[in-house]
């Protein structure tokens, strides 16, 4: 129930492809849903996020896509670049809720 | 770009020794938090601290840890005998306010790069 289930684990996108990261949770109380970027390194930080009414997201080349009846959200990167490469996390939240439940990641490699 | 440090950024002890993992929040951040990356694993929420009190904890966080702010500036996670399943990469995070379900800029959380915790 309060678990992230991502998918793929890892992807490998030619220059200019559309990489598109899966992400579909159970527990219906989750009310936000983040994605973290992660470059080796660092830590991950907050790339963008969602809230369940609203269907779709855009900042800048990177979208995100809710589908709330199917429980699922995932992440497509437009025109993607070798400096997009990096490890990708969804998360979930609850209203109220200090922790973030994380999926497992999607290590992203972007070709030149 | 003010950051959340962490130090030190690897730390090797042998099992059964205690720890402290150590961080520098965001200085007008409220809130603080500690989260665990197992190799190859997903980022585990830990423990949550505000007002010198923990505020929410998870399951793994057991008598065998435990936060402190020992001056304005320093959240420390202490592991007080380590185990080898303690290997892990721990990160600490802060916000200006908490509720993570509220998605306003204030409750971003920001993350340090992470201490690796290596346990022999």
């Known amino acids: 129930q309060q678990q992230v289930k991502q998918s793929p684990q890892s992807l490998i996108v030619q220059k200019g492809g559309i990489p598109i990261i899966n992400c579909a949770y159970e527990?219906?109380?989750?009310?936000?849903f983040p994605w973290y970027q992660q470059f080796p390194g660092k830590g991950p930080a907050l790339l963008i996020a969602i809230r369940p009414d609203v269907s779709e997201k855009k900042e800048g080349r990177f979208t995100i896509s809710f589908n709330k009846s199917a429980k699922q959200f995932s992440l497509h990167i437009m025109d993607s670049q070798p400096g997009d490469s990096a490890t990708y996390f969804c998360a979930a939240a609850r209203r109220g809720d200090d922790k973030i439940i994380f999926g497992k990641g999607t290590r992203l490699h972007i070709l030149p | 770009e003010p950051e959340v440090t962490q130090t030190p950024s690897h730390q090797v002890t042998q099992m059964g020794q205690e720890v402290i993992l150590r961080c520098v929040p965001i200085s007008n951040h409220l809130y603080f938090y500690w989260y665990r990356q197992i190799l190859g694993q997903k980022v585990e929420f830990l423990v949550s601290?505000?007002?010198?009190?923990?505020?929410?904890k998870s399951e793994i966080f057991d008598d065998q840890f435990s936060v402190e702010r020992p001056d304005g500036s320093n959240f420390t996670l202490k592991i007080r005998s380590t185990k080898l399943e303690d290997s892990a990469m721990y990160f600490c995070a802060s916000s200006t306010f908490g509720g993570t379900g509220e998605y306003f800029s204030g409750n971003i959380q920001y993350f340090g790069a992470g201490t690796r915790l290596s346990v022999l």
């Open positions: 527990n219906t109380a989750f009310d936000y």
């Open positions: 601290f505000y007002n010198n009190e923990i505020s929410e």
